[in-house]
C-alpha cells in the first residue's frame, strides 16, 4: 500500500532524485565500525544529531504543560513531572538528554581534533560546529532556569554575575540577559523565549549548514 | 496426450520460488527494529500529551448556597462558590444559580448558561416573565424551557436539601421540561 501511494506520489513530483542525494551515499570502509571496530569514533557526530531531535521533540511536548511565569512554573514543572502520565519519563528524556548531548558533542569535537579532520578544507565546518557548540551551551543554559526551582534561581545568578564580570560592558550585558535588575519574572520570560524559540531557530539553521558542507565535502579521509 | 505434453513443458520451466531478496530481508529487519526503538522515546511522548483525555473527570461536589425557606416562586438569583483543580492551578471561582420553586412547590436551579452560544441569561429584564439572553435574544420560561434562538433548554444544579438548606450539585440537563 505504501509502495502504492509513493509511486503515485513520485509519478507526479519525482521525488526519488531529492531523497536519493540526501540518503544514498557510500560510506567509506575507514568509518564503518563493521570493518574496524574502533570507528565508531565516527559515530558521535551522528549521536549527537539522535540525542537533539531527542531534545526537540520532548522540549516540544513539555512546552504542552509548561508555563513560563514566576508564580506558576514550578508547579507545572511539579505537575507535569507527577501527575501527567509518562510525565517523568519525558521530562527525564529532556533533563538527562541535555547533558547527554552536552557529552556527545564533546566526543564528537574530540573525534574530529584527533583525526585532524578540521584542516583544509574543512575549516568552515570547525567554526560551524564551535557556534553550535555555544548554541548548546545556551540552550542549557536558559533550560536550566525553566523551572524556576533554588537549583535553576541561583545557577542563574551565578552565570549572570560571571557575564557582569566582563570588562567595561558587563553591566549591559547582565541587564539585557536579565531583562531587568533582578533574576525575575522578565528573566524568565525571556530566557523560555530564547530557549524554545531563537536558540533551537538557530541550532537548526547551523545544522543545516553542518550536514550541507559534510555531503559536498565528503567525510575526511583515513589516517 | 495433451496431458504428457502439459507436464514435460512445466518440467522445464525454472523452479518459481516466492522468496524474499536479501535486500527485502534486511530492509524489513532493519525498518522493523528501528520502528521498535523509535517507540520507545514516541510512545511516551504521545501518551503524556494525550493524558488529559484519559483522566477521570473530577467529581463536584455539593456546596452549601441558601437558606431553603428564602427560596420563593419566582427565581432569584444566588452566587456561591466551588472549588477548582484545574492542573497545576487551584481556585475558587463563583458560580451562579438562578433558583426557584417549581408548583408542588420543589426547589430547583437553573444554570445561567446560555444554551444558543453560552452567554450569561437574566430573568425578566424585559417584564415578560422569561428568561432571556443579551447576545443574540434567546428566550426561556421559568422551568427553563427554549422558546427562541436556543436549541436546548437550560441546564440544572442537581439539588439537595439538607438542615433547611440548599445546597446544588453537579449541572445536568434540564429535568423540568
Ligand atoms: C526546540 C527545542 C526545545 C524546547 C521546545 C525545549 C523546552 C523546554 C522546556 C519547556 C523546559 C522546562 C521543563 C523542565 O524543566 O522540565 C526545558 C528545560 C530544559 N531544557 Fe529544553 N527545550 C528544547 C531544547 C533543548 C536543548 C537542545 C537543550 C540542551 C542543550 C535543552 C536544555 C534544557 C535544560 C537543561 C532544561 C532544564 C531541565 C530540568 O531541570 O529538568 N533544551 N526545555
Ligand atoms: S448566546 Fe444566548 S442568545 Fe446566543
Not at chain 1, 531587568?180 to 533551537?200: K, N, S
Not at chain 2, 456546596?63 to 462558590?81: G, L, M, N, R, Y
Request: proline share 6%; with cysteine; aromatic share 14%.
Amino acid at each position: 500500500m505504501f509502495k502504492g501511494i509513493y509511486n503515485w506520489i513520485d509519478e507526479r513530483l519525482d521525488i526519488t532524485p531529492m531523497w536519493r542525494d540526501v540518503a544514498d551515499h557510500e560510506v567509506p570502509e575507514h568509518v564503518n565500525p563493521a570493518h574496524h571496530f574502533s570507528a565508531f569514533v565516527y559515530c558521535f557526530g551522528g549521536l549527537t544529531f539522535f540525542i537533539t531531535v531527542i531534545q526537540i521533540l520532548s522540549g516540544m511536548f513539555l512546552t504542552m504543560y509548561y508555563v513560563p511565569d514566576i508564580i506558576n512554573a514550578y508547579a507545572s514543572v511539579d505537575y507535569l513531572q507527577h501527575k501527567v502520565a509518562f510525565g517523568a519519563i519525558v521530562r527525564g528524556m529532556h533533563h538527562w538528554g541535555a547533558s547527554l548531548v552536552i557529552v556527545m558533542m564533546f566526543l564528537h569535537t574530540l573525534r574530529v581534533f584527533f583525526t585532524g579532520s578540521y584542516k583544509a578544507p574543512r575549516e568552515m565546518n570547525w567554526v560551524v560546529g564551535m557556534l553550535i557548540f555555544f548554541v548548546m551551551l545556551g540552550l542549557g543554559l536558559t533550560g536550566y532556569l525553566l523551572p524556576w526551582d533554588n537549583k535553576a534561581y541561583f545557577a542563574t545568578k551565578v552565570t549572570l554575575s560571571i557575564a557582569e564580570s566582563v570588562p567595561y560592558l558587563g553591566p549591559y550585558i547582565k541587564t539585557l540577559i536579565n531583562g531587568g535588575d533582578i533574576v525575575g519574572a522578565q528573566t524568565l520570560t525571556r530566557f523560555f523565549a530564547i530557549h524554545v524559540f531563537f536558540l533551537p531557530g538557530a541550532l537548526l539553521a547551523l545544522l543545516g549548514a553542518h550536514f550541507f558542507m559534510i555531503r559536498r565535502q565528503g567525510i575526511s579521509g583515513p589516517l | 496426450m495433451s496431458n504428457q505434453n502439459n507436464s514435460n513443458e512445466a518440467a522445464h520451466q525454472p523452479v518459481k520460488r516466492k522468496e524474499m531478496s536479501r535486500r527485502q530481508f534486511l530492509a524489513y529487519t532493519l525498518g522493523g527494529a528501528s520502528a521498535f526503538m523509535a517507540m520507545g522515546p514516541v510512545l511516551p511522548m504521545i501518551r503524556f500529551a494525550v493524558d488529559p483525555l484519559l483522566t477521570k473527570e473530577s467529581q463536584t461536589s455539593f456546596v452549601k448556597v441558601v437558606e431553603e425557606s428564602q427560596v420563593t416562586a419566582e427565581p432569584q438569583e444566588f452566587d456561591f462558590q466551588i472549588h477548582q483543580v484545574d492542573g497545576w492551578y487551584e481556585s475558587d471561582p463563583k458560580l451562579t444559580a438562578w433558583i426557584s420553586r417549581d408548583e408542588q412547590g420543589n426547589v430547583f436551579a437553573l444554570s445561567p448558561v446560555c444554551k444558543h452560544l453560552g452567554c450569561t441569561i437574566n430573568w425578566n429584564t424585559q417584564n415578560d416573565n422569561e428568561y432571556h439572553c443579551p447576545c443574540h435574544d434567546a428566550k426561556y420560561t421559568k422551568e427553563g424551557k427554549n422558546l427562541a434562538v436556543a436549541p436546548n433548554p437550560l441546564d440544572e444544579y442537581e439539588v439537595e436539601i439538607r438542615d433547611g438548606f440548599v445546597y446544588l450539585g453537579p449541572v445536568v440537563p434540564n429535568q423540568h421540561v
